[in-house]
């Protein structure tokens, strides 16, 4: 159960759009349409914002987009916000019936 | 609205045991299943367990599996972690999380266990 791999950091200027990648293998990310995208601010739980590889729960900004190739998920934050900056975590359901999440990524907002 | 509630985390000498609990409200608990998700000091978040709307099934991580007893009450809408065998390394934060299909759709605040001589 090997974390799936996302970049420690990402940065922007407001109103950039910036990508996370989150690679995994085809036992996971790339052998299932479930993955999903969390945000996490500092002190709080964390936030769903994408689930099945690129459907947004009701309620999250359209600015919020993902896909997913082979074994890589991209998350994709548009128009970047000083409420953006926080840490994103990818997850996916695997073939061993467990779930795994990313090494998480911090989202900086310059 | 859905409210997922953790208590009983706390301090606990290595080897020790704890039970979590998670009180749901705002949704049909019975109907869902439920997972624990946990997150050590300054680190990401890890996937711990999972059990089925009607408790007939539980998954496991490989790091606690054996361990850690993931349960529920469908007639109290809680939800169980129990946790013996404690070691340094399960000190984390402790959420529950609500299923919505293969993802987590609402999480509790989280409880704090600290595995410490």
């Known amino acids: 159960q090997s974390a799936l791999t996302q970049p420690a950091s990402v940065s922007g200027s407001p109103g950039q759009s910036i990508t996370i990648s989150c690679t995994g293998t085809s036992s996971d990310v790339g052998g299932y349409n479930y993955v999903s995208w969390y945000q996490q601010h500092p002190g709080k739980a964390p936030k769903l914002m994408i689930y099945?590889?690129?459907k947004r729960p009701s309620g999250v900004s359209n600015r919020f987009s993902a896909s997913k190739s082979g074994n890589t998920a991209s998350l994709t934050i548009s128009g970047l916000r000083a409420e953006d900056e926080a840490d994103y975590y990818c997850?996916?359901?695997?073939?061993?019936?467990?779930?795994?999440f990313g090494g998480g990524t911090k989202v900086t907002v310059l | 609205q859905v409210q997922l509630v953790e208590s009983g985390g706390g301090v606990v000498q290595p080897g020790g045991s704890l039970r979590l609990s998670c009180a749901a409200s705002?949704?049909?608990?019975?109907?869902?299943?439920m997972h624990w998700v946990r997150q050590a000091p300054g680190k990401g978040l890890e996937w711990v367990a999972f059990?089925?709307?009607?408790?007939?099934?539980?998954y496991y991580a490989d790091s606690v599996k054996g361990r850690f007893t993931i349960s529920r009450d469908n007639s109290k809408n809680t939800l169980y972690l129990q946790m013996n065998s404690l070691r340094a390394e399960d000190t984390a934060v402790y959420y529950c999380a609500k299923v919505m299909g293969l993802s987590f759709d609402y999480w509790g605040q989280g409880t704090l266990v600290t595995v410490s001589s």
């Open positions: 059990i089925r709307y009607d408790g007939s099934n539980e």
């Open positions: 705002g949704f049909t608990f019975s109907s869902y299943g």
């Open positions: 997850n996916s359901y695997t073939s061993s019936s467990t779930w795994v």
């Open positions: 099945d590889v690129s």
